[in-house]
């Protein structure tokens, strides 16, 4: 027997037959062409071209109305470089200097651009590396006619060094029932993660090794929270137990759905509010389905990244009324937390070349940007106040460090609306407005924030990096990012105190806030405000159905204080947890 962790993207439990893919070694053949078959080599190339892009239509046509229309823009991305004319024009130029075959040619330049866009710490450009990649493998398959045997992943959990998105699009066309993932290849936001949570197959990312190591027998993949992995050779007793286990989470999967329309209270009698997180237009158009009260963040970057330009304050505006006009029909307090724009180094747009950073993480990103390009910030700030009058509408500011930064923007924010007013336009005359608590330089300022702010949010995954000092796009250091770090917790626990003695609305946005042991351990904090995915909402709310909250405060809290590394910190909530659940399951 052998646990393997990795990073749970899509929930779930799977027992079954692994199918190990290696990378394929097809022979790819290097030989020199005379200058007259030039043109043949580029027919060659042409029909390539024009069947890989008939296949990705193919696949778009016959998924519409089965997949979300967002998530079938991916096959937009793919036809898009199809179509790349720096792309075509850089295998048209090789092929007429080296005069080799096309397939080499363009294995070449497909390397060439995915290593350049793999170095970038961007995960944006990361993920365009695997698009190219995924594209060029497309070509040279159709070069050398490659047929793909997808009958042999039925019913099996896939292990592979990395999956291509166009993979798993035809795998679900065609209808094969992939039972779970298990990858070297990471990236909680990339295409494949983005397929799996849509598909509703468990993933484990980021196992190291995994090509490298034999897997013949049946394997049992939990990516649950807490500790996600994948069990080789499992024994007897271990199958059985994780079979009871999986008709628990089916049965759990059951019962949320009946929670739809019941408030969050504690046994106690606190209502803690439960709001969603939208960071694109596929959490947009869901959220309606979902059970949250209200949008806690909206992530505003992802119409700037998907734009050609920087986008107008009427485009902004429509966007958020659309925004709006979904968070009405909820059932909950119906608030809109609009955070401005959030780029940096690391989160590029693609028509805005930052410069280049050593550590983007710590550089010139949120509103150090924002504030360096005021016309830019201005037109956001104009199309948020048009939009928030007399609506349930807030904005946020991301990456405050200073009373400098809050102070300037309360500056800029009283001159836009001067500016709204000359011109006769209608504007919300008050809006409150929150500042994300990120950087610890914030966190110890709770205080003296409270003088120009209405509420706080934490990020927790940056405050977390920061604290502990380690870039949270590391695999290196990926076992000191743990927001269960006592030093994290410690940092939480004091801006949690300090907001309420201040009365002020604390919440949490970040991935804590969708782990149900870290909202045991926040709510012993007093923090009663949580936004997440809204796939995450239900478990959530289930968790919370079990717990006092004042227990937690006075018996809880000062045990996770006091623990000395983070693995205390986790075996005290697990143990929690199990007693709660089975306090509730008598009751």
């Known amino acids: 027997m052998e646990k393997i962790m990795g990073k749970a993207i899509f929930e779930g439990i799977v027992i079954g037959e692994p199918y190990l893919r ?50 079938l823009k991916i096959l937009n991305v793919h036809l898009m470089i199809l179509d790349d004319p720096v792309l075509l024009s850089e295998i048209g130029k090789r092929l007429k200097n080296e005069l080799v075959n096309i397939e080499k040619v363009v294995a070449d330049v497909v390397e060439f651009y995915v290593d350049m866009f793999k170095d970038m710490k961007d995960p944006v450009y990361r993920q365009r590396a695997i698009d190219i990649q995924d594209v060029g493998e497309k070509i040279i398959g159709q070069l050398m006619v490659e047929d793909c045997e997808l009958h042999e992943l039925d019913n099996k959990i896939l292990v592979t060094k990395e999956i291509l998105p166009s993979e798993l699009f035809k795998m679900h066309h065609n209808k094969i029932n992939l039972l779970g993932i298990v990858t070297e290849y990471s990236g909680a936001t990339s295409h494949v993660a983005i397929l799996a949570k849509t598909f509703g197959i468990p993933t484990l990312m980021e196992v190291k090794n995994v090509s490298q190591m034999e897997w013949e027998n049946e394997i049992i993949l939990d990516t649950r929270k807490g500790e996600p992995c ?73 119409l700037y990244m998907e734009s050609k330009f920087f986008p107008t304050e009427q485009q902004q505006i429509e966007l ?57 910030f201005r037109t956001q700030l104009r199309a948020i106040l048009r939009v928030a009058k007399g609506r349930r509408i807030k904005v946020m500011f991301p990456m405050i460090s200073n009373l400098k930064e809050i102070i300037q923007i309360k500056k800029i924010l009283a001159s836009v609306k001067t500016e709204l007013d000359e011109e006769g336009l209608e504007y919300a005359g008050y809006i409150e407005t929150g500042v994300m608590i990120e950087v610890p330089s914030t966190a110890f300022l709770i ?116 623990c000395n590394n983070a693995e205390e910190v986790k075996e005290i909530l697990k143990e929690y947890i199990e007693v709660i659940t089975v306090e509730n399951d008598r009751s």
């Open 22 to 71: 290696r990378k394929k070694q097809t022979a790819l053949e290097e030989y020199k062409i005379e200058p007259h078959m030039l043109e043949d080599e580029m027919k060659r190339f042409e029909v390539a071209l024009k069947d890989a892009k008939q296949e990705l239509k193919f696949l778009k046509s016959s998924l519409k109305g089965k997949v979300k229309s967002n998530d």
């Open 320 to 376: 958020y009324e659309k925004a709006y006009k979904k968070v009405e029909k909820l059932e909950g307090e119906r608030e809109l937390i609009i955070r401005t724009l959030d780029i940096g180094a690391d989160k590029q747009l693609p028509y805005y070349e930052m410069p280049f950073e050593v550590n983007p993480f710590l550089g010139f990103r949120g509103v150090r940007f924002t504030l360096a390009h005021e016309n830019i």
């Open 447 to 562: 205080d003296k924030f409270s003088e120009y702010v209405d509420f706080f949010s934490l990020g927790t995954n940056d405050l977390t990096q920061y604290v502990m000092a380690a870039d949270r796009l590391s695999a290196d250091v990926a076992y000191l990012n743990d927001y269960f770090e006592p030093a994290v917790l410690r940092t939480i626990n004091y801006i949690a105190e300090e907001a309420i003695k201040q009365k002020k609305k604390i919440s949490v946005c970040g991935e804590m806030a969708s782990d149900p042991m870290a909202i045991v351990a926040l709510m012993s904090f007093g923090i009663d405000r949580f936004s997440m995915l809204s796939t995450y909402i239900p478990m959530a709310k289930r968790t919370i159905l079990r717990l006092n909250k004042s227990v937690l405060q006075s018996e809880l809290k000062p045990k996770l204080l006091d």
């Open 230 to 302: 994948v069990i080789k050779d499992p024994t007897d007793e271990q199958i059985i137990e994780y079979k009871k286990e999986k008709v628990k989470l089916e049965v759990i999967g059951e019962e949320n759905k009946k929670l739809k329309g019941l408030p969050a209270i504690t046994i106690d009698g606190i209502e803690i509010v439960l709001n969603a997180n939208i960071g694109g237009i596929t959490d947009l158009l869901s959220l309606n389905d979902s059970m949250a009260g209200g949008v806690g963040l909206l992530r505003t970057e992802f």
